[in-house]
């Protein structure tokens, strides 16, 4: 019997991160730079939280469409393309910003960049042939 309840696990996540600064202090994702992406369905139009490790490119965050290195993109990049205003908590702040998915060099710059920060998105790639989409989340002035 699988006990596994990923919106339990993603929900008591959030409640640590929310009670520690925006830091994680127990499991898996314990140290890692983790914000709160929020998008609206491309399909419904509801808010979807996405929990997302992330790395700072100047003022911008930067996260990887990997789903740990599945097959599949993940819902929130589908998000993203069609709707690409955002809100982003980071450090238990909230922000308005502008999610826009980057190609080419600059893609495979700020992959390789990912990777230095993050070491263990490199085991990614040998999970799936597919190539990870990477989003620039610009935070808007105000």
């Known amino acids: 019997m699988n006990d596994w309840d990923p919106a339990a ?6 409640e640590d ?16 730079p983790l914000l709160i992406m929020t998008s609206q369905g491309a399909k419904t139009g509801e808010s979807h939280p996405a929990i997302l490790t992330y790395h700072r490119h100047g003022r911008d965050y930067i996260v990887a469409g990997t789903a740990s ?5 993940p819902a929130w990049v589908h ?12 450090d238990n ?21 990912h990777v230095a920060q993050l070491p263990h998105f490199a085991d990614y790639t040998t999970k799936t042939d597919r190539v990870f989409p990477i989003v620039r989340l610009t935070l808007k002035a105000g």
């Open 93 to 113: 702040r909230q922000f308005e910003a502008t999610a826009m998915e980057v190609e080419g060099a600059d893609r495979d710059e700020l992959w390789g960049e």
């Open 17 to 32: 991160m929310r009670a520690h600064e925006g830091a994680v202090t127990t499991g898996p994702l314990k140290g890692h």
């Open 79 to 90: 998000n993203v393309r069609e709707n690409p205003e955002v809100t982003v908590e980071v």
């Open 9 to 14: 696990f993603e929900n008591a996540l959030i």
């Open 69 to 73: 290195g599945s097959p599949t993109t």
